[in-house]
């Protein structure tokens, strides 16, 4: 199991807002039943109970419904779409939904972004410097793969990154970042990598510089 780091953002909340305090409108938006889907041009189509489907384009906030049309309102269709990119339902325009390889929480990352896909509190990227939990060896990431431990097979061994003695610990299924030692990496214009399980690394606020 990967633990999950606390939240930033711990403050107390209310989940939905208080409905008195809300316009009829956007009562609407929240109580209602719509489905919204995110469609390919960036816009979302939102079907409503009476049967209708409204074209959504938060970049222009418009909505092609008689209310926003015709009497320029924030109508409840633009309202509901904010509500569920806000709860993590859907993505905003020119991202995706995915769930991070690592902690399995939904996030969003670019439309065109390739696996593996990691969120927020996750992430790691190439120049970033982290510890080696076994050693206190510090390194650097090379690459976060595609590849977990029990599918990566490391060329000098024949075995997989799961099957080292030295990653017992660590879970089979996490993700391989490939890695170059801090010091190789200083000295070396092609140091040589080294691939780790996720969860043996520790993260740090350091980068390698230059
Ligand atoms: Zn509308
Ligand atoms: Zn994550």
Redo the contacts with the bound molecule.
Sequence with gaps: MTLLKPSANAEPTALAPDPSSLSSRAVRAWTERMAVRQQRDGTYA?ATESGHT?V?DLRDHS???P??EIRGER????RRVAIEITARRIAPPGRQRARCDVCEEVTFVPEEAEPPHLCGNCRVAPGDIVVDRETGDSLVVAEVMNERANEYVIEATGKTVAAHDTNDGYPKDDIVVEVTYLGDATRNDNPRRYAFPYSRLNHTDAELVG
């Design positions: 939102v409204y959504v909505c092609t419904c209310d926003h109508c409840k269709h633009l």
